[in-house]
């Protein structure tokens, strides 16, 4: 196999900085840009200063620069139509289209879809005006889970376990237009664990990747607002190989066949945000494109060609994956404050000592520093041969990084350790 192949890579984060990592393993790829990176990206690709909504300028640079195939990181990028508009270019990059990409942008697109093709789900009503949502939701039981419809960043959800938190929460989506625009789904509450089923998908095909489990509240014990994530490992020992294949099969492949049914296929990362109930899997959301932090936890457990298989989806081909049994998990560290407002541009000391792997999710280098540019900011991932290995081995690792303004959760992968 030659090693001759140009990629791009579009993102500035943790996971902009796995997908580069696997790709820089990959035995065909010579030579990786990521646009616009950050200061760790920068130690393995050539980062260039163009942002990822910036789609003009993106399809020149890959037009320009002989680019074999460009990975789209996050959903904003989706979400303007990069990957159309890369292929209308005549060149390809993996991700799904603007239309497909809905799964993710709009929950009422998502929640049509499994309702009619039959994906697992808690029932739903969508509302614009709060008068009737209110009277929804007030003849409903507790927890009431509200949810903003349309890219919030993670934030657009509220599980309200009062009637009063769930009328503030339909005030503010409905009424004062906290997030732009009026519109909220209120579905049923539903119990169990949570993990993240990422599969990448080239129309009715589904190559699975391995499980992952993330951490959205802020504090230990699950406590404080949801973020981002804060932490992930991989594998995850709750979810048997039983409970794989019917989650595999009742909703990565019906909703896979249910895009192609509607007329937008999707290619890319279709990310199942699953939950455990008593009845089995059930979708709390989908993501169209790969998930952080559980990407840096699930990229390095692949043993095959990353390249390979992105573009074995990009050409709709099959595609032989491997992984390794080896555990996963690292801990983010965030700035105080995340995921409110926070300070940034103060200097990281001791990576140099750090003997894993750090992925970059926030960071900027000025001169010979490395400064916190962002609410998550570096993240360490440990691995062993259990994830108590891989625990230890990243916490010990954390121990050597100094920086003041950073905080982290000390009780990722608990409920498997
Ligand atoms: P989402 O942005 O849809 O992933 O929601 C964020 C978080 O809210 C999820 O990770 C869950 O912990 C919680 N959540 C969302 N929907 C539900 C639901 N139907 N039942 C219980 N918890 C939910
Ligand atoms: N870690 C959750 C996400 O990527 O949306």
Same mark, same amino acid.
Request: charged residues 25%; glycine residues 10%; negative net charge.
């Given at each position: ?14 996971? !902009?900085?796995?997908?580069?990592? /696997? #790709?820089?393993? *990959? ?15 920068? !130690?393995?690709?050539?980062?260039? /200063? ?11 640079? @890959? ?12 959903? $904003? ?28 942008? =709009? ?29 929804? &939701?007030?003849?409903?039981? #507790?927890? @009431? ?5 349309? #890219? $919030? ?56 990747? /391995? ?23 991989? +594998? &995850? ?12 099969? !009742? ?9 192609? $049914? !509607? ?29 952080? +932090? ?9 043993? =095959? ?26 801990? &983010?560290?965030? =700035? ?41 900011? #570096? ?24 920086? +003041? ?10 409920? *498997?350790?």
């Amino acid at each position: 196999m030659e090693k001759n192949k140009k990629v791009l890579v579009v993102g500035s984060g943790g996971r !902009e900085h796995a997908i580069v990592k /696997a #790709l820089a393993r *990959s035995p065909q790829v010579e030579k990786i840009f990521c646009a616009p990176g950050n200061a760790g990206i920068a !130690e393995d690709a050539e980062c260039v /200063a163009i942002g990822v909504e910036d789609v003009d300028a993106l399809v020149s640079f @890959a037009r320009d620069n002989a680019i074999d195939m460009t990975v789209v990181g996050p959903e $904003a990028a989706l979400a303007v139509g990069l990957v159309d508009a890369m292929e209308a270019a005549g060149l390809k990059a993996f991700g799904p289209t603007k239309a497909a990409a809905r799964i993710e942008s =709009s929950k009422e697109f998502a929640k049509q879809i499994m309702t009619k093709y039959n994906v697992p789900t808690a029932s739903y009503e969508a509302f614009d005006d709060f008068g009737k949502a209110w009277e929804y &939701v007030k003849n409903r039981p #507790l927890p @009431a889970v509200i949810k903003y419809d349309g #890219l $919030a960043a993670g934030k657009g959800v509220v599980v309200a376990l009062s009637y009063e938190e769930a009328e503030a929460a339909l005030r503010d989506m409905l009424l004062d237009s906290a997030f732009g625009k009026g519109r909220v789904v209120v579905e049923d509450f539903l119990d169990g664990p949570e993990f993240s089923f990422m599969c990448v998908v080239s129309g009715s095909k589904v190559y699975p990747l /391995a499980m992952a489990q993330d951490h959205k509240r802020a504090f230990d014990g699950d406590k404080g607002p949801n973020t981002g994530g804060m932490g992930a490992y991989s +594998p &995850v020992p709750f979810v048997s190989d039983e409970i794989r294949e019917k989650a595999l099969r !009742e909703i990565i492949q019906r909703t896979a066949d249910g895009l192609v $049914a !509607e007329g937008v296929p999707f290619k890319g990362v279709l990310y199942g945000g699953l939950i455990l109930t008593a009845d089995g899997p059930k979708v709390i959301e989908f993501n169209a494109r790969f998930g952080d +932090p559980e990407t840096e936890v699930v990229l390095p457990r692949l043993e =095959s060609d990353f390249y390979d298989l992105v573009e074995a989806a990009v050409e709709g081909r099959d595609c032989e994956t491997k992984w390794s049994d080896e555990a996963y998990l690292g801990v &983010v560290l965030a =700035s105080e404050g995340y995921p409110g407002s926070y300070k940034k541009g103060v200097e990281i000391k001791g990576l140099g000592n750090v003997n894993a792997e750090v992925y970059h999710m926030g960071t900027k280098r000025e001169g010979d520093k490395i400064l916190t540019a962002g609410g998550r900011v #570096l993240m360490v991932v440990g691995k062993g041969k259990t994830i108590a290995e891989a625990n230890a081995a990243a916490k010990a690792e954390i121990e050597k990084i100094d920086c +003041p303004s950073l905080f982290h959760r000390t009780d990722i992968g608990k409920a *498997s350790l």
